[in-house]
């Protein structure tokens, strides 16, 4: 019997499906793309059932406007996996599908591959070659970049020429555009490269032959200090599931790693590798799936959405520094990539690699504990030798802008022998905060709980938490002075005062707000690499990953905040934080030091890290998380809340303690703490307030926030509040 009902899932934020009639001239499948009304709006969502009957009548059913996919937008197993996705972090199932859609597809356009522009030269532009382009900088850039083939308008504006220079060429009829569609090729069986491979050591290859022997699913955790040659594995891992014809995914934290990481695929292996993240306008975004989808590419490098790409045949997934916290998404659908990867994995039967110097403590401990396979290498690739740590003591010295003395000459003695040195300090703008220095009055964001940053650059102060900002204040609010200061030290006050202590060298600042152009973050590593800086100043975006060889001293300039923070995981960060950016010094042949500057030389985690490795620091904290039961011992839900009434959410809040107390499943295994006001109490105008639920295993977690949700959702207080759930938060503030 022909179905006539088609259960559809929309993206509105109700934990429900909606019923529609359908005509029948129209067809669609589970898993496939509708247009439908939704009050006086038209949504898109996906077909999760076809049935005969409803729970209402068909009177009151309205009928689907247009079939849009004739067949499933993502495989059976990936459809699944988002079902689970929606149900493990409790987010509405029609938002969790669309979270997972690229935007073209939200809007309801084809799953087809859309044109795109590219650049070639003329026969009259090869032949000026022969006579030059004079003073024209820019064009002679954008030619040199054209000279071997057509490039994308996108790769073209990625190398920051401009579209406005190639319109000047355009119209001296040295280059022209092409609109292209992406071919499919099959890839050669011939996959890799003849490359100069450095030499795998035992312990690299004993990692690698362990997963490729291996049959089905396994999560296998790849622990190697920093410089062991981590990506070496995962080239070597890659190649023989791409000489079976599947496919590869890379997961990378940030989209400042993937430069350095694609051009190493793509030197490496002879298929087509497409690159998924947040960066992409529409159109790429679309072709990089559908490429994934449609088996054109090899291998798909992406942070933390590609993991939601359909693929056509999967082969390996590697989840490269696997502790990093922009796994965890933040907003909308809170899923970890990292658990969900292995997830992944699990449904489509293929080994998965979590790789990290320094394991996030959950993972270490199901590696400890036998449910993932542990692979270690301890031994720095080449001839890279350890790097000497030492702790600085600052107490009672001066600091200039955030610099002693003692950290000053040992700059001066590694800059005059032609090295570079790497500044690490994780706070950006000029200063945290503006004060005045008659009263003591501080510079205010009016919606929030949070000071001003000054930025000098900009001339202006920012809120880093809302965004607000406004010209630079003269005169205090206070007391009417015009002597304000500046408090603490940015990344910005750090540039200009090394600029007066080291003239002949130069320094480059990379943050945020120094890397918003695209493609300026490219460039700036490019020419770090080039020697064209000495001194490189940087928040945690330069502790990752990057390559730089002539670096021989790292300094980190604050690390007190995170001995005493009320985050239990700010400990795990600070040593994961101080592993990392080590790894950035002395990564050749050169030895490198690296120097923390602290108020507090004694404490513990310091001297852990100091003279002992990180695992050692891990097992420790282990034992402490047992003792105080917390994550991985214990399993955490973090109710958020906020209103422009303090006072609603702080009852909303209340009221959500005693539904959940009160609910049958609630044992003595189970806690409930708080309501508290959240870490910053008061942001954009709201009020925020949190609550913890703990419990003692997963799946009474997941049944209690199944079977509590409804009632929540019928408290009084419930539609005058914003309040969400965050399953296993990594933030709690």
Not at 135 to 158: F, K, N, P, W
Not at 200 to 211: G, R
Not at 257 to 269: G, K, M, S, V, Y
Not at 519 to 532: D, M, P, T, Y
């Amino acid at each position: 019997m022909r179905p006539t009902i088609a259960r559809v899932a929309l993206p509105v934020p109700l934990d429900k499906q909606f019923d529609y009639l359908i005509p029948s001239h129209l067809f669609p499948v589970i898993g496939g793309r509708v247009s439908v009304p939704f009050g006086p709006k038209t949504l898109i969502g996906i077909v999760t059932q076809l049935a005969t009957q409803s729970d209402f009548k068909h009177s009151q059913l309205k009928e689907i406007k247009q079939v849009l996919d004739s067949e499933p937008v993502w495989s059976e197993s990936l459809f699944q996996l988002l079902k689970w996705c929606s149900q493990f972090y409790q987010y509405p199932l029609g938002d969790t599908l669309a979270n997972a859609l690229p935007s073209a597809l939200r809007k309801g356009k084809p799953a087809d591959f859309s044109t795109l522009l590219e650049w070639q030269l003329t026969e009259a532009g090869k032949n000026q070659f022969m006579v030059g382009f004079g003073r024209a900088v820019q064009q002679e850039r954008a030619m040199r970049a054209l000279e071997y083939g057509a490039v994308s308008h996108q790769q073209l504006l990625e190398q920051e020429i401009s579209g406005s220079v190639l319109k000047a060429l355009q119209e001296k009829g040295w280059v022209q555009s092409i609109e292209k569609k992406p071919e499919i090729k099959t890839w050669s069986s011939e996959v890799e490269v003849e490359a100069d491979k450095p030499k795998l050591n035992q312990e690299q290859a004993v990692a690698i032959a362990t997963v490729n022997s291996a049959q089905g699913f396994g999560c296998y955790l790849l622990e190697g200090v920093t410089g062991s040659g981590k990506t070496e594995v995962y080239l070597n891992l890659i190649k023989p599931v791409l000489e079976r014809g599947q496919q590869a995914l890379v997961l990378v934290p940030e989209i400042g790693l993937t430069p350095q990481t694609i051009n190493r695929f793509r030197q490496r292996f002879n298929v087509p590798v497409e690159v998924v993240h947040s960066g992409l306008n529409e159109t790429e975004r679309l072709n990089a799936w559908l490429s994934a989808r449609d088996k054109a590419a090899g291998i798909v490098i992406g942070t933390r959405s590609a993991l939601l790409t359909p693929f056509a045949d999967l082969g390996i997934i590697i989840v490269d520094e696997e502790h990093d916290s922009s796994y965890k998404q933040q907003d909308s659908l809170r899923y970890h990539a990292r658990d969900v990867a292995v997830m992944r994995a699990n449904k489509e039967q293929i080994p998965i690699v979590l790789g990290s110097a320094t394991p996030a403590l959950e993972t270490l401990h199901n590696a400890l504990s036998g449910k993932y396979h542990h692979l270690e290498l301890s031994q720095r690739a080449g001839n890279a030798k350890p790097t000497r740590n030492r702790v600085l003591d600052v107490k009672g010295l001066y600091l200039e802008s955030g610099l002693s003395a003692p950290l000053i000459a040992e700059m001066r003695k590694h800059l005059g022998a032609g090295n570079q040195v790497m500044l690490f300090l994780n706070r950006r703008g000029f200063s945290p905060a503006l004060m005045c220095h008659e009263c003591g009055w501080i510079a205010e964001c009016k919606r929030c709980d949070a000071y001003y940053t000054y930025h000098q650059n900009s001339n202006e102060i920012r809120c880093h938490h809302c965004g607000s900002q406004q010209p630079v204040i003269h005169q205090c609010q206070g007391c009417g002075s015009t002597n304000l200061v500046t408090v603490g030290v940015g990344t910005e006050q750090l540039e200009k005062q090394l600029q007066q202590l080291f003239p002949e060298y130069r320094a480059i600042r990379i943050d945020r707000d120094s890397t918003r152009r695209k493609g300026s973050l490219e460039s700036a590593l490019n020419a770090i690499q080039k020697g064209e800086y000495q001194i490189l100043i940087g928040t945690q975006m330069l502790a990752k990953g990057h390559h730089f060889p002539d670096v021989t001293l790292v300094a980190l300039l604050d690390v007190d905040g995170s001995l005493y923070s009320s985050d239990f995981r700010a400990s795990e960060r600070l040593a994961q934080l101080f592993i990392q950016v080590a790894g950035r010094a002395g990564r050749a042949s050169k030895p490198g030091e690296v120097v923390l500057q602290t108020h507090h030389p004694e404490h513990s985690l310091l001297q852990a890290l100091l003279n002992h490795s990180y695992r050692h620091f891990a097992q420790t904290a282990l034992q402490e998380r047992q003792w105080a039961m917390l994550p991985p011992y214990t399993f955490l839900t973090l109710f958020r809340a906020e209103a422009n009434n303090g006072e609603v959410v702080e009852e909303f809040m209340r009221q959500v303690r005693y539904t959940l107390e009160a609910h049958p499943l609630f044992d003595e295994t189970c806690q409930v703490l708080g309501p508290t006001p959240a870490p910053l109490a008061k942001k954009a105008g709201k009020y925020r307030w949190q609550l913890l639920l703990q419990t003692q295993t997963r799946p009474l977690m997941q049944r209690l926030l199944t079977s509590a949700k409804p009632a929540i959702e019928l408290l009084p207080h419930s539609k005058k509040v914003r309040w969400s759930l965050d399953i296993e938060p990594q933030d709690l503030s």
